[in-house]
């Protein structure tokens, strides 16, 4: 009887088999159809698809049907026609979609696929190449290139169980995860030992090569011929739990590289080329991805990725957005108002998950990000607290304008963070900053920061107003945030279907905030009195300092104060500032909470100037002029304010985030003698002037500090105490008015005019 059973399956397979069909796809009409999908609608279970050369403008769907898709190479062998039969998603969606139960007798095999944008799953596309849901199916001797997803640029795999047989995977970009592949949600992949696959060059906001995720996951074993390293990193691969905590299970067996791992400084420009070798500014990369997936991430021997100005997009020059950083990477551009990241509207900007961090950013402005998932314009995250110690990321010389996100534009946690001159303007969104600690180390230092006419974006599913700079922490020591020379002014938070909201800054849990020499100002949030503030100070055994500022003009209340209970009250203390409405303008409904208001308190208008480049500058009938501490002692006051005039005048500080100059224009230093006869001629000058100057002998190792107008530092010019003049040439800066000094202790400052 079994035998007999044997047989008639033997039989049923034969005849299946002998009845099988191929479709023949000419795009000249003379096949049986000239479209792919035409021959899947209407093949049957074991038929064969067979595509002749071409271009193939279109997205297929198996739709459900055991067959073989295939171009010539399948009956040739010959892979000529990998490169010459092309499947080509028209920027349309998904260009393969196997998503409905096809098993392990499914075959693609011997195209190249390119030009997908991924399918729609909830609110983000995936599988920009190949899409692969519910389906086990074999791909063979594919090129799947030149697609992009928000996940699984070049594949997405879902509750599936591919086979991947000689499939290169390059070129292919994911908005957020897994540039060349991702897989998810109980899901295997097995890489044939035979035709051996290859993965490189593909980018994403993390996972650049290959991503694994979420529940269920088991251990994966990939095995290629050609990597884009031999030794990758987070930046190359990652697999996290459902929590985001990394779990280092994907084991790479490869034998060749595509890159020699660069251990140097790397230089990039707009109109540079990836064929170069990018060790000067003479011979630069094209594409920061290329810069940062070729060089070293080494501790003890930082490196920095140096940006040419000019515009970097997806459009002028293939730059692709996001950007995952790497460890010990500084990305430094030439001039933050013309080294330009622009998004296009059509992503965010910079990812860092689970690497290496310590690095700097500096002279760049970023231009039409368009966030509206979950991702955020700028993230640098840790998901594991304990992952790395003794952290820190710098911020230095950055402009955001015009983005629009639907959450966080920047979003940092756990780790040190120092920003300086950096400046959000006309941007939408839930928040402009988030910081959030969960290390007792961690602290924050913001000085010279502007946050202007920002607006929340207006989304069916955000109901929450939040402020525009948000600080948290879940520890129970609080964490030190320094936020000094801040300008935050004319945001708006429109939402009406939020109790308690806030327009400015919002400091919750286990954060000791101190404000000095800050601006807020005309900032809008809804609700009543009691329902909303610019400031909302919800810390939990914290402590508020707010020195030498102006909080004014905000709606509907300046301050407000809460936090759960008398176990851990909060304490805020104010001196030598003015707040709109006085002591009684710090609401505070809880009564075990501490409002210290003390000595050179105002309420009164501050008179700002309300026009030109800097609206919130004191005019001269202010009282807020040298209305500031007059000790500042342990304040570490900026030599500068937020406009690049001096900080302290005449020994004196005033209220705000701006500082009002002599109308002399005769700086009183504290030892006048040491003026050293500094000036400089011709004053305006072009391109170049002669500084002059009377330096004693016995003052060793000086220098001249140029700054601009922001008070940001822009060159330096070495000198010799012997000699009494140095010429200063300004042929790559713009016009305008620049500051220069001594490096040296009560030092002059002076202004000089660049006009060209």
């Known amino acids: 009887m079994r035998n007999k059973l044997i047989l008639l399956f033997v039989l049923i397979f034969a005849n299946s088999w002998l009845q099988s069909v191929?479709?023949?796809?000419?795009?000249?009409?003379?096949g049986n159809f000239t479209t792919i999908q035409e021959g899947i609608n209407a093949s049957s279970n074991s038929d064969t698809v067979l595509v002749y050369t071409g271009t193939y403008f279109e997205n297929i769907d198996f739709i459900g049907k055991n067959i073989t898709v295939a171009s010539l190479f399948l009956t040739t062998n010959d892979e000529s026609y990998i490169s010459q039969t092309i499947i080509d998603g028209n920027g349309n969606g998904s260009v393969v979609s196997i998503i409905s139960g096809e098993d392990e007798t499914t075959l693609l095999c011997g195209f190249t696929i390119q030009n997908g944008t991924g399918t729609l799953y909830v609110q983000d596309f995936y599988g920009g190449g190949i899409y692969c849901l519910n389906s086990s199916p074999i791909i063979r001797k594919c090129l799947i290139k030149g697609n992009s997803a928000n996940g699984g640029g070049g594949i997405y795999i879902k509750y599936s169980h591919p086979t991947l047989k000689g499939v290169t995977i390059t070129d292919n970009h994911a908005f957020s995860v897994g540039g060349g592949i991702y897989i998810t949600h109980d899901s295997t992949i097995s890489f044939d030992t035979d035709e051996l696959c290859n993965i490189y060059l593909n980018y994403g906001r993390w996972g650049c090569e290959f991503s694994k995720s979420w529940i269920l996951m088991?251990?994966?074993?990939?095995?290629?011929?050609?990597?884009?390293?031999?030794?990758?990193?987070?930046?190359?691969?990652?697999?996290?739990?459902?929590?985001?905590?990394?779990?280092?299970?994907?084991?790479?067996?490869?034998?060749?590289?595509?890159?020699e791992p660069v251990n140097a400084d790397l230089y990039v420009s707009p109109q540079g080329s990836n064929n170069n070798i990018g060790l000067t500014s003479d011979d630069p990369l094209q594409t920061i991805n290329y810069a940062y997936s070729s060089i070293v991430s080494d501790s003890l021997n930082p490196h920095t990725i140096h940006l040419a100005d000019g515009v970097y997009s997806k459009s002028l020059n293939d730059q692709k957005f996001p950007l995952n950083l790497r460890g010990y990477v500084s990305l430094i551009g030439e001039s933050m108002e013309n080294t330009i990241f622009d998004a296009e509207g059509e992503s965010s900007f910079i990812c860092a998950q689970d690497n290496d961090f310590n690095f700097e950013i500096r002279n760049i402005n970023f231009v039409n990000g368009y966030v509206i998932d979950s991702n955020y314009g700028i993230s640098i995250i840790i998901q594991n607290p304990n992952f790395f110690d003794n952290r820190f990321i710098n911020f230095e010389n950055l402009i955001f304008e015009n983005n629009i996100y639907e959450s966080y534009f920047l979003s940092v946690a756990d780790m040190n963070i120092n920003m300086k001159n950096v400046y959000f303007l006309n941007n939408q969104g839930g928040s402009q900053i988030r910081f959030w600690f969960t290390n007792d180390y961690e602290t924050a230092s913001i000085e010279n920061m502007v946050i202007k006419d920002c607006s929340q974006y207006t989304h069916p599913d955000i109901f929450s107003a939040t402020p525009v700079f948000l600080f948290g922490a879940t520890d129970d020591d609080?964490?030190?945030?320094?936020?000094?020379?801040?300008?935050?002014?004319?945001?708006?938070?429109?939402?009406?279907?939020?109790?308690?909201?806030?327009?400015?800054?919002?400091?919750?849990?286990?954060?000791?905030?101190?404000?000095?020499?800050c601006t807020i100002g005309n900032n809008f949030t809804p609700g009543s009195t009691g329902e909303g503030a610019a400031i909302f100070a919800g810390g939990v055994g914290s402590t508020f300092n707010i020195v030498n500022s102006i909080i004014y003009g905000n709606l509907p209340d300046q301050v407000y104060l809460m936090n759960d209970g008398p176990e851990e009250p909060l304490t805020i203390n104010i001196y030598n500032s003015l707040i709109e409405g006085g002591e009684p303008g710090v609401f505070n409904p809880s009564s075990w909470n501490t409002v210290n208001w003390l000595e050179g308190n105002l309420d009164t208008d501050p008179l700002w100037i309300g026009t030109g480049e800097y609206p919130y500058m004191l005019s001269d009938e202010s009282p807020c002029i040298n209305a500031g501490t007059p000790d500042t002692t342990g304040l570490n006051l900026p030599e500068f304010d937020l406009a690049?005039?001096?900080?302290?005048?005449?020994?004196?500080?005033?209220?705000?985030?701006?500082?009002?100059?002599?109308?002399?224009?005769?700086y009183n230093y504290e030892l006048k003698v040491?003026?050293?006869?500094?000036?400089?001629?011709?004053?305006?000058?072009?391109?170049?002037?002669?500084?002059?100057?009377?330096?004693?002998?016995?003052v060793e190792d000086a220098i001249i500090e140029i700054y601009n107008i922001r008070g940001q530092l822009i060159d330096k010019i070495e000198i010799n105490s012997e000699l009494s003049l140095v010429s200063w040439y300004a042929e790559r800066f713009s016009s305008g008015i620049y500051l220069y000094k001594f490096n040296i202790a009560n030092s002059p400052v002076k202004k000089m005019i660049l006009i060209k």
Request: net charge negative.
């Open 22 to 30: 191929t479709y023949h796809i000419k795009q000249d009409g003379t």
């Open 218 to 259: 088991e251990p994966v074993t990939v095995i290629v011929d050609t990597f884009t390293v031999l030794e990758p990193d987070y930046y190359f691969i990652s697999s996290t739990n459902q929590y985001g905590v990394q779990q280092n299970d994907v084991t790479l067996f490869v034998q060749n590289a595509k890159l």
């Open 478 to 517: 609080p964490y030190q945030v320094t936020m000094k020379n801040v300008l935050i002014a004319d945001n708006e938070d429109m939402t009406t279907e939020w109790t308690l909201s806030c327009s400015a800054i919002s400091a919750n849990f286990s954060i000791n905030l101190d404000l000095i020499n």
């Open 644 to 666: 690049g005039n001096p900080r302290i005048v005449n020994g004196i500080v005033d209220m705000g985030a701006y500082e009002c100059q002599d109308t002399s224009g005769v």
């Open 674 to 698: 040491n003026d050293y006869e500094l000036n400089n001629y011709p004053n305006p000058f072009n391109p170049v002037t002669t500084i002059s100057y009377n330096l004693p002998y016995d």
